[in-house]
């Protein structure tokens, strides 16, 4: 299969309310062009330096998501650009997001990034930490929480998988409760994952390999 079919047959398939991000972390820009070239442009990357590579050699209307773990000293290098942070787990990032916006005249997206998985390495909130974090948001006015981002156990226990995006939905539901409209996302689901995630509610899949290809 070719990435333009594997793309079709993945977007073809989705809800109308999701949204793929095609993830691009490894991927030569000559292979990102077939996605855009199909009219695709939300991308993701989960590495700062790799993303300020790609940025300036592909078109201006792409919306690019971080994806990875963001180190506070590289915030103010994507925040000029940058769609949608995934990746926000700690407060101390979300306090240098919304310092680097305000300089930079923006207003930046976010998803608070929560640690759903067994895997101890995975970085994230736990629900505690989260609530904390949105009930302090009003000293925040440059970033806007737009939802919610986790990754199950890469496990091939489905039952433990489904529970960890059961368990991210139910979360993102109680707080959607006390948010205003602009909390209305859910990124939930990987290749591996993203139909269950989908079954779970997610609005929002991160798909590298099912496009691409294995990365070596
Ligand atoms: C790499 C990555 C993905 C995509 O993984 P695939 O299994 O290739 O689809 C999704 N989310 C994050 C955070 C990633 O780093």
Redesign the pocket.
Same mark, same amino acid.
């Given at each position: 299969m070719s990435i333009k079919n594997n793309l079709h047959k993945i977007k073809s398939s989705l809800p109308g309310k999701v949204t793929l991000i095609a993830?691009t972390?490894t991927r030569a820009v000559d292979e990102i062009k077939e996605v855009i070239a199909e009219g695709h442009f939300d991308l993701?990357e989960?590495k700062v330096q790799e993303l300020l590579a790609k940025h300036p050699l592909l078109p201006t209307e792409v919306k690019w998501h971080m994806?990875?773990h963001l180190q506070t000293n590289k915030v103010k290098q994507i925040v000029p650009f940058i769609h949608l942070i995934?990746s926000v787990d700690s407060l101390k990032l979300l306090k240098e997001i919304n310092k680097e916006a305000g300089k930079a005249g923006r207003i930046v997206n976010c998803l608070l990034q929560i640690h759903i998985a067994k895997e101890e390495t995975k970085f994230g909130l736990d629900f505690k930490e989260a609530e904390e974090i949105i009930d302090s948001i009003t000293n925040f006015p440059n970033v806007k929480i737009c939802g919610l981002m986790g990754?199950a156990t890469n496990s091939d226990n489905e039952q433990l998988v489904r529970n960890e995006f059961k368990s991210l939905k139910a979360f993102f539901k109680g707080l959607k409760e006390k948010m205003n409209s602009d909390f209305n996302i859910l990124s939930m689901g990987?290749?591996?994952d993203y139909e269950m995630a989908i079954e779970e509610e997610s609005t929002m899949i =991160?798909?590298?390999?099912?496009i691409f290809g294995e =990365?070596s």
């Open positions: 993830v972390k993701g989960n994806i990875g995934h990754m990987m290749s591996g =991160r798909v590298g390999t099912a =990365r």
